[in-house]
């Protein structure tokens, strides 16, 4: 069953960093995600992508943020300059119609910022 | 705020007897989804339901859905030790790309 793959599964860094999580959504997919899960809290939009370019994005997502498809099969999440309060864990997801439909999610991404 | 939340409740019960968990939302919605997910694992979506159905069912789920009290309910039967889960439902809007993701609910069932 396509599955989408998220790499690494855990990363600890340096507050200060730039980190880039990796994401390898289901391949006839046409939207891409990336949500995030603070410990014990909600899961929270961060950004989502079609057609090479950001569809929308929440106020989580600034400037120390990015999203690239460099390849036409990986979805990457660039931050820049990480803080403490970066750490979460980070889920890529895939849609084949825009997110009013059926999302599949990847197995996340622990982001630990020390 | 556009954002699906659950009862925040936290259900211990045991194996066979069902499990129900509600969910409130507060604007028009195109769909709301439930989604599971084990401990330190990514969301396994469960369930779709439109915002004009009332009920759904997929094996032992089944989501009801009532626009005019803007809820939404998941009942799992005949409930197995697998089911020990967090569950999330999750809101989907006219007009935007996103979900909103309510606090989970998590299920312990004993064998």
């Known amino acids: 069953e396509p599955e989408v793959t998220q790499t690494p599964s855990h990363q600890v860094t340096q507050m200060g960093q730039e980190v880039i999580l990796r994401c390898v959504p289901i391949?006839?997919?046409?939207?891409f995600y990336w949500y995030r899960q603070i410990l014990g809290q909600k899961v929270e939009f961060l950004v989502s992508f079609y057609n090479n370019e950001i569809s929308e994005k929440s106020e989580i997502f600034d400037d120390q943020f990015s999203v690239e498809r460099p390849d036409g099969s990986n979805f990457t999440l660039k931050i820049r300059s990480t803080k403490l309060e970066d750490s979460a864990m980070y889920f890529c997801?895939?849609?084949?119609?825009?997110?009013?439909?059926?999302?599949?999610f990847g197995q996340g991404t622990r982001l630990t910022v020390v | 705020s556009q954002q699906g939340e659950e009862d925040p409740q936290a259900l211990s019960i045991q194996e066979g007897e069902n499990a129900t968990m509600n969910c409130s939302y507060k604007?028009?919605?195109?769909?709301l989804q439930w989604y599971r997910q084990n401990s330190g694992r990514g969301l396994v979506h469960l369930i779709l339901?439109?915002?004009?159905?009332r009920e759904k069912h997929s094996g032992r789920l089944r989501v009801t859905l009532d626009t005019s009290k803007k809820s939404s309910s998941l009942l799992i039967t005949a409930s197995r030790a697998a089911d020990t889960a967090s569950y999330f439902c999750?809101?989907?809007?006219?007009?935007?790309?996103?979900?909103?993701f309510g606090k989970g609910n998590q299920v312990v069932v004993i064998p």
């Open positions: 999750a809101t989907a809007y006219y007009g935007n790309n996103r979900l909103a």
């Open positions: 997801a895939s849609s084949y119609r825009e997110a009013n439909t059926e999302a599949f």
């Open positions: 391949s006839n997919h046409l939207y």
């Open positions: 604007t028009s919605i195109n769909n």
């Open positions: 339901i439109r915002s004009n159905e």
